[in-house]
């Protein structure tokens, strides 16, 4: 899940960083008004964290502008104001949460981890792919009845195929989803990590799961057998 913190305030946009990333998350960072409504508009992002103080733009304007663009990325807004009228101007601009600082990070996740689920493509319970199960609440997945360990960087790559299961995807669209889109595409970091989970996944399996097409990318499903 790729994640767009706006947040001019180093210390909190390096605390949620850190924080979004031990979760999973992939995490691009903003600091002003015109630099987040440009990333937004070049990146596929699953959630944006707005900060309502910005300099260039302030949140308000960020999330109208988006939302008359016709964005739906789901907008979590984030400011010291705790009065009713800047809560209703910030929900009345386009933004699908409010949270006031300062926050426990807790309730940032749970309330990130909602919006999500709001998503398209994403629901609440565990995703399937043939016999492998990919639990979201306790992040376990098993094949069969064998239960498969996953580092952090394992669990985000294997929600985020089989959260597209049977679609191809990308060199460049798993490190924009996975890593950011910061991430080194010539890098080998990715091949890696694939080789290390279709290992975990698909040994001692009947049917291998994680595919690759090769000169497109990788997909998540039975073999193609056109």
């Known amino acids: ?109 749970a309330r990130v981890r909602a919006l999500l689920r709001r998503g398209p493509t994403s629901g609440g319970g565990p995703l399937r792919c043939a016999d492998l199960v990919l639990d979201r609440s306790t992040r376990r997945a098993r094949r069969g009845e064998r239960d498969i360990p996953l580092t952090n960087r394992e669990y985000a790559l294997l929600e985020f195929l089989m959260r597209r299961a049977g679609k191809v995807q990308s060199r460049t669209v798993i490190a924009q989803h996975v890593w950011g889109v910061d991430f080194d595409t010539e890098s080998n970091v990715i091949d890696v990590t694939l080789s290390h989970l279709r290992h975990k996944v698909d040994q001692s399996a009947g049917e291998p799961l994680i595919q690759t097409v090769r000169g497109f990318g990788y997909f998540i499903g039975p073999p193609d057998r056109r």
């Open 1 to 109: 899940m790729l994640i767009l913190v706006v947040e001019d305030e180093r210390k909190v946009a390096s605390f949620i960083k850190r924080g979004l990333e031990e979760e999973s998350y992939a995490v691009d960072l903003a600091t002003t008004g015109p630099d987040a409504e440009l990333l937004a508009q070049l990146n596929p992002y699953d959630l944006i964290v707005l900060d309502l103080m910005l300099p260039g733009k302030d949140g308000i304007e960020v999330c109208r502008s988006l939302r008359e663009r016709g964005s739906t990325i789901p907008i979590l807004m984030l400011t010291a104001r705790d009065s009713l009228r800047d809560t209703v101007e910030g929900l009345d601009s386009g933004a699908d949460d409010y949270l006031t600082k300062p926050f426990a990070f807790e309730e940032f996740l």
